[in-house]
């Protein structure tokens, strides 16, 4: 099943090499030879007819706002039946008894339309309780001491609001006041931006949208051609489309500002956006995909296992959007929409980035690394049906089924979730130096140790060996017997082990613990085999790789310590120190090129104090 939904992917591929299935309607980038659909007459003439009768319309509606038909209320009849009411006579007292007359009356009228309308919505309800409920409500409206405290309160309001002052009485409510109007016209102008209204035409919905695109802030959007359609492929985190909720994707889009888009491609929508700014008014036919309910995503953070170059992806759907980075780097994954393809912005990357870019999601990039080693077994088997001997076809077949055995996706590296943690300054993180023999990591070790002995410690060993004079049990040696080694061994209670003249040794993960309770931080010099077991535990490691510098330099530093090697042993160091680095170099999270043991120590030291100061991304495993 993998390799048929894969081998659609190739194939899709090869064919749009340079031909991207999308395009970012306001997004540089190169031209995309798309395949060009004929033009749809009998479709434009329908849409021009539908922009004449949504014009009619339109037209028809802003008239009847204008138009008043004072027998629609109750209160507006009354109020055209006494046209004196609210008029000023000449005197005081006139005045007065104008207004009481006049709150009296339309008092008395809020009341009358108030009991229509419960009555009418008693005559609505179904069951007993509501009309039971409304009928109270009823009484309690024609009571005549509700009737008059009715209409003491809107005497009182209408004067209240007869003295406010029409201007501000200080200068601070001047200011309040600009402030307040500033804010309303932000808002309208909110809603001006992005509009939409919907219209029924010919038994079809229609929407116009308006969208305000500015400079800064680009569209956001993906199109694609559907025969001759022009449709919304992709809406883009942080863009003007996705912030609006307007546009969707599968809508299709007839026209844009007026100028049609059926049988145009999209390299031409791209050209045309270009050259639009200010108010984008999209005539659509809204998507007739199901649209799952809207939910709040979360941002999932990850670290990147594998380097990603978006120029050299045949799969990538749009390639003005695609995301580079390298193995190591922190994403910030903010949509998982589009399981294939994720949208993300690189850490530090977020205020110089205005759209997210894509990258490929985890199941697919292990779907397709899957097919790639696939590809590469087959190919080794070939290669040793050809030129492998007969005697050598065990041994072929043997690493053939190994290869197959890694093909399993919890061993193909993509990303792993972490997450922001601050160590506590009474329980500091172990640092484990990592690097090849004559790196110098074990010389800086030993300088930590002699310079700030109280700051820094060494877990106590375990050995199967007998004690000698000057040994003290659980100072230089935990001193166990061999079947008591064995037993934690196989319990999983060392980070690493092994026999030295028939003699076991091994650090235990409880030793680095106690380390840590003491509240002092435990040095650890590794070998690389012990990396996954370190950060399975619940040590929360910080990996330091000491990786050596050139082979004339490395010759150099060794020559000063008094060491001449070899140029086959350098040649080794160094090729050992770049496998490390390739096979497990997604565990480290920093690295020091020990071109000077000075300034490499002074490095270390940073990185230590750093974790003191900085919160540091971890696997999340770690904090659950």
Not at 512 to 532: A, K, M, P, W
Request: net charge negative; glycine share 6%; charged share 30%.
């Amino acid at each position: 099943m993998i390799m048929s939904h894969m081998n659609g992917y190739v194939q899709e591929a090869s064919g749009q090499a340079k031909s991207h299935r999308e395009r970012a309607v306001d997004c540089p980038g190169e031209e995309l030879c798309l395949v060009k659909s004929p033009h749809c007459s009998a479709h434009m003439e329908r849409i021009q007819h539908y922009q004449e009768e949504l014009k009619k319309k339109r037209e028809e509606d802003s008239r009847g706002k204008h138009d008043i038909d004072p027998n629609a209320s109750l209160r507006l009849k009354k109020l055209s039946q006494n046209p004196k009411v609210g008029i000023d006579n000449p005197t005081f007292e006139g005045k007065e008894k104008a207004t009481k007359d006049s709150c009296s009356q339309e008092a008395v009228v809020e009341l009358v339309d108030l009991l229509q309308a419960l009555k009418w919505a008693q005559h609505c309800l179904t069951d007993a309780q509501s009309q039971q409920d409304a009928e109270l409500i009823m009484q309690l409206l024609a009571k005549e001491d509700f009737k008059n405290a009715y209409t003491i309160y809107s005497a009182v309001s209408q004067q209240m609001t007869r003295v406010s002052p029409n201007s501000p009485l200080t200068a601070q409510a001047k200011d309040l006041c600009q402030e307040a109007l500033m804010q309303a016209h932000d808002s309208v102008a909110g809603q001006e931006m992005s509009e939409e209204d919907v219209v029924e035409y010919h038994g079809e919905t229609v929407k116009l949208v308006r969208l305000e695109k500015a400079r800064d802030t680009p569209l956001g959007a993906t199109v694609r051609n559907d025969m001759d359609s022009v449709v919304v492929s992709r809406v883009v985190k942080g863009g003007a489309a996705e912030r609006s909720g307007l546009l969707s994707e599968g809508d299709e889009i007839l026209e844009i500002n007026g100028i049609s888009l059926r049988g145009k491609h999209v390299n031409e929508v791209h050209d045309l956006l270009q050259q639009m700014q200010g108010t984008l008014t999209f005539l659509l036919i809204p998507s007739s995909q199901i649209k799952p309910a809207p939910h709040r995503q979360t941002v999932m953070h990850v670290r990147a296992y594998f380097d990603y170059d978006p120029s050299d992806d045949p799969f990538l759907p749009c390639r003005e959007l695609g995301l580079s980075f390298q193995k190591g780097d922190i994403l910030h994954v903010i949509s998982q929409d589009d399981p294939s393809w994720w949208q993300a912005y690189r850490d530090g990357d977020e205020d110089n980035q205005p759209l997210a870019g894509l990258i490929p999601g985890k199941s697919f990039q292990q779907q397709r690394e899957t097919l790639k080693r696939t590809m590469t077994d087959r190919s080794r088997e070939h290669q040793g049906k050809l030129w492998y001997a007969k005697k050598n076809i065990k041994k072929r077949k043997k690493s053939t089924s190994t290869l197959s055995r890694n093909t399993d996706y919890d061993d193909i590296l993509t990303y792993e979730e972490m997450s922001l943690y601050h160590q506590p300054a009474n329980r500091k993180r172990p640092i484990a130096l990592i690097g090849p023999t004559k790196s110098g990591h074990d010389e800086l070790r030993r300088r930590l140790l002699s310079i700030e002995p109280e700051k820094f410690a060494v877990a106590v060993p375990h050995t199967t060996r007998n004690s000698r004079i000057h040994e003290r049990n659980g100072r230089e040696y935990h001193f166990v017997s061999r079947p008591a080694f064995d037993t934690d061994l196989a319990a999983g209670k060392f980070i690493e082990s092994g026999e030295y003249e028939k003699n076991l040794y091994g650090t235990s993960t409880d030793s680095v613990r106690h380390i840590i309770n003491s509240g002092r931080i435990c040095l650890l010099c590794l070998h690389t085999r012990s990396l996954q077991i370190l950060r399975s535990s619940n040590l929360k490691p910080y990996v330091i790789f000491i990786a050596p510098p050139s082979q004339e330099r490395l010759r150099t530093l060794l020559a000063t310590g008094g060491t001449t090697p070899k140029p086959e042993e350098l040649k080794e160091v160094i090729e050992k120190a770049r496998e490390m680095e390739q096979n497990f170099g997604h565990f480290f999270d920093a690295t020091i090129v020990n071109m000077d043991p000075d300034q490499a120590f002074h490095e270390l030291r940073r990185l230590i104090d750093k974790l003191d100061t900085e919160p540091q991304w971890v696997p999340t495993s770690w904090l659950c």
